[in-house]
């Protein structure tokens, strides 16, 4: 059974995720050593020990997850449970929080400080999944099927919008819509959804007008503006982006070499954490950046694939979701380093420097790799005679895991 077990993980997805950690925290030590003797003295290698302490917790949170039955999200306690524990950590961040590029998003536990709306991600994924899971006999009934969960989503955006943070807020928002896209609605519930969203837009406008001030800051029509004329604002919010430009440029195909980046030199901001792909596109040139993306593209692509072959509408959902959450924070990073969008402070996937960004991303993977390997498990061994893991027996979960579903 064991060994059935093993033989159906995908390693081909651990092994990407293990290499991009990995060349992230390589990057991490060249990109971040003249910011760190900057800050703290003589230690340059501040930054890299820091990560790797994280890629090690990240790294056993992934082997965990790899591990646990991802059918027991869908046990009431735990799902209860943790949507409980990510509202209370939203709603503490405006108490006991701490301010980070404007947005009061942080909250030091002593030994490590969290970023809440990043675990909210997962989270979101994990609840959606596991109801819409359970309502797939009345699935296109808005008011007992679809309404419930929406609210839900829509109170766990609010207090991130709240921070504020749009950026964060969106991306919830969007991987939530994306959940639902694929759990089960038909085309023309999900189309009356997207007239219920435009419909409920139009009647807030009034709302959204009063409150523009809070909405459309200075600081942040000024990204706009240094987005579309970055030359422009060169001295001031274009800044970032026309370094980040710089250091794209003078990589060219094969890079300046590890370790001889300029921008690093005090020109391009945090060098190791939002544009640490313009670090990797300077030194390393297209290869470089072609590494980091072919890498970030399997994980996405092997995990819709995953989504797609899964019978069970909940693991469709988790991998669905989780490859979607990596696609579009990496779409909005190097979107963001290129010009291509607006800069919003989104780390690159499994790159850039970040304790709760690397964690929450490691446990997503492991619960992407334990859905893969149920369905790797269900095409090779499939029979009802086996009595455990991953077998059609899993409803029996009371008497394999301790668990009643």
Known sequence: MIKKIAKSYDYSLIAVYVFLCLFGLVMIYSASMVMAVERFGWDSDHFYKRQ????????IAFTVAAWFPYKAFQVGKIIKSLMIVI??????????????????????LGFMPIQPSEFAKLAVIIYLGSVYSKKQAYIDDFN???????????????????????????????????????????????????????????????VIYLARG??????????????????????????????SYLAIGSGGVKGLGLGQSVQKLGYLPEPQ???????????????????????????????????????????????IGISCM???????????????????GVPLPFISY???????????????VNVSMFV??????????????????????????????
């Open 52 to 59: 790797m302490i994280n890629i090690i917790i990240g790294f």
């Open 87 to 108: 509202i209370g950590l939203l709603l503490a961040v405006h108490v006991v929080g701490y301010e980070v590029n404007n947005a009061k998003s942080w909250i030091n």
């Open 144 to 206: 007992k099927g679809l309404a419930p969960p929406l609210l839900f989503l829509g109170f766990i955006c609010f207090l991130v919008f709240l921070e504020p943070d749009f950026g964060t807020a969106a991306i919830i928002f969007a991987i939530g819509a994306i959940v639902i896209s694929c759990s089960g609605i038909s085309f023309k519930t999900f189309f009356k959804l997207a007239g219920l969203g435009v419909g409920l837009l139009i009647v807030l406008s009034p």
């Open 214 to 243: 809070f909405i459309f800051t200075k600081e942040r029509l000024s990204r706009i503006e240094a987005y579309l004329s970055p030359f422009k604002y060169a001295q001031g919010e274009g800044y970032h982006l026309v370094n």
């Open 273 to 319: 954490t939002d544009f640490i792909m313009a670090i990797i596109a300077e030194e390393l040139g297209v290869f470089g950046v072609s590494f980091v993306i072919l890498g970030l593209s399997y994980i996405v692509l092997r995990g819709i694939y995953t989504g797609v072959k899964c019978q069970d509408p909940f693991g469709t959902m988790l991998a």
């Open 326 to 344: 990596i696609g579009i924070q990496a779409f909005i990073n190097l979107g963001g380093v290129s010009g291509l969008i607006p800069i919003t």
């Open 354 to 368: 970040g304790g709760s960004s690397l964690l929450v991303l490691s446990l997503s993977m492991g619960v992407l």
């Open 376 to 405: 790797k498990y269900e095409e090779k061994y499939k029979t009802k005679k086996e009595n455990g893991y991953p077998s059609e027996n899993m409803d029996n979960s009371k008497k394999i895991y301790g668990v009643k579903m």
